[in-house]
Structures are given as C-alpha cells and as structure tokens.
C-alpha cells in the first residue's frame, strides 16, 4: 500500500515524533554517509528558486548526489509560471517529471498552488510565513551541539531570538519551539505588534504547555543572561529594508 501524500509547508507539518525521526536520521547520515549512498537512486528533485540562493541550492545538489539522486535548478525569473501558467499547473506538470519539488518562493500563495495539484510531495525552502527546511538545520545543530545528539532531549532547552519579528524564520522558530518543548524566547522592536504575536499563539494553542512563546524589547535582555542555552540574532531588514548587522 502506498504510502500518503505528504507536503512540508511548515514546521507543523511534522508531528513532534516526526521532528525526532527526521533528526536521528540526518545525525545517521551524517555519521555515516557511505551507508546512504544510493538511498536515492535515480530520484530526482526539482528545485524552484524565486528567491535568489547559494547554500540551498548548493546543499541540495550535492546531498541528491551523494545520496545517488539528481538535483535540478530552476530560476523561476525566465519562466512563465504564475504568469502563462498557474502554480496549480506547474505542480501538476511537475509530477510527471520528478520525484519531489522543493520551493523557495514569496508568498504562501503560491506554496500552496504548488501543492493543490501536485501528485508528489512539496518542501517548502522559504515563502513568507515559514521557514521548515531552516527549522529541521537549527534543531539538529541544537541537538548535536547542546544535547551530544539526543534528539529527544530537546525539551527544556531555551532558545533566545533577537532581529526581525515579523517573518518567516520567526513565525517557524515558535512552531518548533511549541512542537519540540523549547522555551523560545523573541526580542524584537516595537513594530512586532501584539496582534501579531496574538495570532501566532492563537494558531499554535494546543502547544501552549510546551513552549513559552512571547516577546520582550532590547537586544541585551537576548544576549546576555546564563538561562538562555541557545541565541539566535538576526539582521533588522525586515523592518529596516536594509542589511545592519547590530554593533557589538
């Protein structure tokens, strides 16, 4: 029996179980890459990049070829989709020519119009309100670096967060938070407003008990204090609309 279709649009996509699956494999895979090296043999991944990138792209051509597999680029700049044709059309069409899809583009929207019709599954590698692929890279770094590899020792663990609020890495760092058992905390300037964050919570109620999630003001609240394990810092640009790297 085949199995279900299934599509990461967000980190909640995945059930904590799920998470601490997905985990203990990459840490396998990672120890041991020769054990895998046709763990995909003559699949193939096409990748949509609205969005400019160097390291996804990189990671995921490689890793489809050390893994037996093919990656393929595709700049959606030149292309006609969401134009001559509709992302439900491009998921559609895409099925019949690859084994999975992988998008990096800028809005929802179209996340989802790739997977209405699609037949094969679709990874979300960036839209504007999730961040998955970024999610399952943190944890893993968080489980090797601060629990020696113990995926299921995540829970507890204080993750600070400081930048731009309001995005993708943020409304994803809650969710894995929320669904892991780490007590996240954001740091934020005024324009993260309490609506927003209202309406995170409200989507993530059920995982209230597990994680803390709210927001405070002030980078040194973030960086300095011994309870906090872990602390993620991003750029303003977000609200800022350019790249400036806080001074230390």
Known sequence: MAAALRHV????????????????????????????????KRKTLLMLFEKPSLRTRVSLEAGMTSLGGHGIAYMTGDSPIGEKETYEDTGAVLSRMADAVTARVKSRDQIEGLAAWSTIPIINALDDLAHPMQMLADLQTIAEHKRGGDVDSLKGVSLAFSGDCQNNVTYDLMRAGALCGLATQLFHNAALTAGRLAEQRRSHGTFEAMARCFAEHGLKAAVLGAQYRVGVIALWTGILGVAEPFRR
């Open 9 to 40: 649009t967000k980190i909640s996509s995945l059930s904590p179980k799920e998470i601490a699956g997905v985990l203990r494999l990459a840490i396998e895979m990672k120890a041991r890459p020769r054990d895998y090296w046709d763990a995909l």
